[in-house]
């Protein structure tokens, strides 16, 4: 069974990147689509973008300016930069295993972000 | 606003049978996959219920069941029990606009 697990501050200051690491154990992620996935507080979830194991990238398109990701392959990890946070981004950030379009079949518990001076 | 639409909460008492709806459109739910998702207390990783509609992964009871007919999908829960309570959300690719979009999620209270 795959296992993710998300690291990085949890206090990022407004106009900075923010950075996560998502670190996959028990599979490899040299297949499959790797997703981010927050959920601010109080709201729903939103997906933020994914990377495929050859790296090519699809992201929100309302996020895609200030998203980057990449991996790992390594350390078994894929990364998330959100570039220019404001206390919108703010939020309960996930990364998950996508198999097929919004189909996540492994998830992480979650990292909270906070943005705030 | 959610692009998908699901009721804000559902209720039931042990034993019911609860459905949750999910609406969306023909660039939605209408031409792609509906996943289905449990999130129980902050602090947890969501789970994956259904799958491609209505495929159960593995270790997910049978009381759970998934549809989708047209632009609306469904997610019915049978024999109700009380660690059901959680909030729930539906998630399809969006081919309009080239982004996962989900459910504002349900919040299913058993009484």
């Known amino acids: 069974q795959v296992q993710l697990q998300e690291s990085g501050p949890g206090l990022v200051k407004p106009s900075e990147t923010l950075s996560l690491i998502c670190t996959v154990s028990?599979?490899?992620?040299?297949?499959?689509?790797w997703s981010w996935i927050r959920q601010p507080p109080g709201k729903g979830l939103e997906w933020i973008g994914h990377i495929y194991y050859t790296g090519s990238t699809h992201y929100n398109p309302s996020l895609k300016s200030r998203v980057t990701t990449s991996l790992d392959t390594s350390k078994n990890q894929f990364s998330l930069n959100l570039s220019s946070v404001t206390a919108a981004d703010t939020a309960v950030y996930y990364c998950?295993?996508?198999?097929?379009?919004?189909?996540?079949?492994?998830w992480g518990q979650g990292a909270l972000v906070t943005v705030s001076s | 606003q959610s692009v998908l639409t699901q009721p804000p909460s559902a209720s039931g008492t042990p034993g019911q049978r609860v459905t949750i709806s999910c609406s969306g459109s023909?660039?939605?739910?209408?031409?792609?996959?509906v996943h289905w998702y449990q999130h129980l207390p902050p602090g947890t990783a969501p789970k994956v219920l259904i799958?491609?509609?209505?495929q159960r992964p593995s270790g997910v009871p049978d009381r759970f069941f998934g549809s989708k007919s047209g632009t609306s999908a469904s997610l019915a829960i049978s024999g109700l029990r009380s660690e059901d309570e959680a909030d729930y959300y539906c998630a399809a690719w969006d081919d309009s606009l080239s982004r996962v979009v989900f459910g504002g999620g349900t919040k299913l209270t058993v009484l």
């Open positions: 998950a295993r996508e198999l097929t379009p919004a189909g996540f079949d492994s």
């Open positions: 799958y491609r509609n209505n």
């Open positions: 023909s660039s939605n739910i209408g031409s792609n996959y």
């Open positions: 028990g599979g490899s992620i040299t297949s499959y689509y």
